[in-house]
């Protein structure tokens, strides 16, 4: 059972471009997170998401950031029109079960290093 | 809404020695999580405090819950090297649908 999977691990991007990042949650896992972190700083949630639907966004900068977990593959975090601001580690964790179920546990991937040159 | 402070930020240590990290959240939790980072990879779960009076032991570490004064502490006992690492509380809060973490605890352990 391979663990939570993001693609890619380092990510290059030119200001203005768009960015795409992916997240493979583990095998029969239905939830999904996002997470930023940012050098020296703890993780920052983004966005919460079960199949198909964003159930709580309040972290997710206003403009330029969606995100997406559709029935079908991956959860792909987008970024349109980067900026230098945008570059960080972008984390994805996955769980079985929704926020505070007692056997809960979060399970993280490697991350992806967006730089934005 | 829901704030997490851990303290120290930063934390050099002989081998050998013992030290506390503490974790102080806002508002009512009554689970809190403990997570280690290695430069540049993804976090590892250590540890989910799940009720008031919790502890739990892996090797070195132990972590407690007290959420009657919001406070979660992990104790190292008799540190080695390959402790070294960044160690992160989170708590989710209640009702809450996302983990609210710290900013991390930086701990370098010296031979």
């Known amino acids: 059972n391979a663990g939570v999977m993001q693609n890619p691990r380092h990510l290059v991007r030119r200001r203005g471009q768009e960015a795409r990042l992916r997240c493979s949650p583990m095998k029969g896992h239905s939830h999904v997170y996002w997470y930023r972190q940012l050098p020296e700083e703890g993780l920052k949630f983004m966005v919460y998401?079960?199949?198909?639907?964003?159930?709580?966004e309040s972290g997710m900068p206003k403009e330029r950031f969606s995100a997406e977990f559709p029935k079908e593959g991956p959860s792909i975090l987008r970024i349109q029109q980067v900026v230098r601001g945008d570059s960080a580690a972008y984390f994805c964790?996955?769980?079985?079960?929704?926020?505070?179920?007692?056997?809960?546990?979060?399970?993280f991937g490697s991350g992806t290093q967006l730089s934005v040159l | 809404e829901l704030k997490v402070e851990q303290n120290p930020l930063f934390l050099s240590m002989q081998e050998g020695k013992n030290y506390t990290i503490y974790c102080n959240y806002s508002?009512?939790?009554?689970?809190l999580y403990w997570y280690r980072q290695d430069p540049g990879k993804s976090l590892e779960s250590l540890f989910v405090l799940l009720s008031n009076g919790a502890v739990k032991q892996e090797g070195r570490l132990m972590a407690s819950l007290d959420t009657k004064a919001r406070l979660s502490t992990l104790h190292i006992t008799a540190a080695v090297h390959d402790l070294s690492a960044t160690y992160f509380c989170?708590?989710?809060?209640?009702?809450?649908?996302?983990?609210?973490f710290g900013a991390g605890t930086i701990l370098r352990v010296k031979s």
């Open positions: 508002t009512t939790s009554d689970r």
């Open positions: 989170a708590s989710l809060g209640l009702y809450g649908n996302k983990l609210v």
């Open positions: 964790a996955s769980s079985a079960t929704p926020p505070g179920f007692s056997n809960e546990k979060l399970f």
């Open positions: 998401l079960q199949k198909e639907n964003i159930i709580d």
